[in-house]
């Protein structure tokens, strides 16, 4: 999946990477600032101690789950 999405990226860029479009690559490739704001969340890994710290706060939990093949659900 990676090397797909790499090899999309740099389709644009012609048959090699030259040191002069380095830094548009690095603006297509990096995420913006508010694409990683998620980061900015405690996530808690322990469901139990998560249950427990919303229900004292009144606040809702948001649950990000997956099932499967732990390098890539599919």
Known sequence: MKVIVIA???AG??????????DR???VIKPRAEETKWEEIPWQVD?????????EAGKPIVLW???GNPMGCG
């Open 8 to 10: 999309a990226l740099l």
């Open 13 to 22: 860029f012609g048959d090699e990477v030259k040191t002069e479009n380095l």
């Open 25 to 27: 690559l690095k603006s």
């Open 47 to 55: 469901l139990w101690q998560a249950r427990r710290k919303a229900a």
């Open 65 to 67: 789950e997956m099932d």
